[in-house]
């Protein structure tokens, strides 16, 4: 289901990407591509293989298999300058850090990134109501996330990664966030790529779509591409009717008597065709939202 | 004019410097204390005695565990934040380790001095009195004479840089531990407890020899430690006409910086180990 994005420059790529922890797959001969200035989210269970995908990206994980480019650079060749051209809000809390007050931990990061926007981090301290004064160990979950937001927004990075950056945050935070991501990127036209299980979340910002299930990548598509393919159609044909044998790019088959409903990959016209053909009566065609798009991905058993 | 990608060395050594020391407040306020209660017990009870053998295990101890110290909390095998920042992954883990020697030998130092003024303060002796025994005109096989005056302490100058080699020595052996080792403390506890059990099995007469040959040798932990010969035998083998070659005869600058050398590059190989673990690939 890759779309064809021949012709666009990526800011991200994997080729054959594998990575084994143990007995346990966590990436499986995975090709990625996040074209340059896109808001991939990269959705799938716990457990799919998301954060490990985006610590190699960042070369905290080493792959055992595959090639890996970012901005231009191999990870595991320049991990140093990867790093400081990305932003990256981890999983899960900060390591090592929790003694320090949350403005030491921003002058820290400062020191680190020599495009650090001091004016910059402010604005957005002020924004999320992030106290300086008060130690990292002592902040709650959506507190820190703030925090972590910071540092990676401030420096002005080329590439975002963001592991579930809505965790822990309380809806009007959530929108807060939301809203200065877009103001973000609407300012620097940096791509972002977001990890998350929690797709309807980053619906408003995301134009590009991975799926992710068991480690391999099942589905990678645009937002347009996913709007355009990727339909429910509800039909209606007489008593005994299965609907048309040779229906391809089916994802999903649900039958109530003597109607239908199909959620199928394909062209809408080729489709309607088909089933007029076969004796049905197309009643109804519509989009799916992202998430229930990404639920009926992550469902299907055969993907076309 | 843009901004360079990544930090520049200075950079980072002087933000590490800060952030260790910061990190270390605990430690340092302990140690802070210790000198305090030190102070005030023999400012009561007079003559401090700045330089005593027995302060070896302690900067021995306090060297190796200062390391452990430096790298608190942080999650070295995972994705901790340490290693997602934007330098070269063993070039970032040796500086980390060379800020934290920069604090130990700060704190060495600031500690070295004041044990010095306090052993003046109190009227006491910048080292122990069991250096050595002079005989004069003794020839090397008479038995000794009754009634031997004890020595003044016998420390050389450069005598008092050999602490601050051995606890070099012994920090980066921690800091191998501490960066190289998952679980660097259980492997410290059950290496200890391995040395135990070993000496408890052997012979008696067989482990004698081995702490003698360990101590006493040339390259021994307390040569480096100390600069002297080692053993503390001077007080019954030591025969020589005056004090100054006698003096000359139980210390040896030479033995000290081989000793030291030898410590320091053992664990400097043993840090440049546990570093590659964590390089970039």
Redesign the interface.
Known sequence: MDSPLDGTTFAVTTRALAKRFGRQTALDALDLQVPKGAVYVLAGANGAGKSTLLRVLLNLVRPDAGGVEVLGLDPCRSGAQVRARIGYVPEGPESGCGWMPVGRFLAHHAVYFPTWDPDYAARLSRALEIRPERRLSHLSKGQARRVQLVTALAHRPPLLLLDEPTDGLDPVARDEVLGLLSEHLADTGCTVVVSTHLVHEVERIADHLGVLRAGRLVAQTSRDRLAAMLRTYRAEGPDGWVGPPDLSGVLQRRGHGREIQWTVWGDEREVVERIVRSGGTVRDVARLPLDEAVLTLLRSKDLP | MT?????SFG??F??QLR?VG??LRPELLAAALALGFVTVLFLRAGRFIAAEPETDGLIVLAAFFFSFAVWR???LF????????????VRHALIRVAAGWAWLMGVGAVTVLWLVMLALVTGGMLAGEETGVLIAASGPQRPLPEGLPTLPPLIQPWQWLAPFGGATALYLLGSAFALGLRHPLRWTVGLFMGLVAFMALVPANVVTDLIQAGAGGPLSLETALTGTRGGHDNETGMVAATFDALLEGSTDLGRWALATLAWVAMGSVALAAAAWRHR??
């Open positions: 901004a360079p990608a990544t930090p950079a980072v002087a933000e952030v910061l990190k909390g942080e999650r995972g994705d901790g934040r340490f290693w997602m920042l934007p330098v070269d992954r970039e690939r």
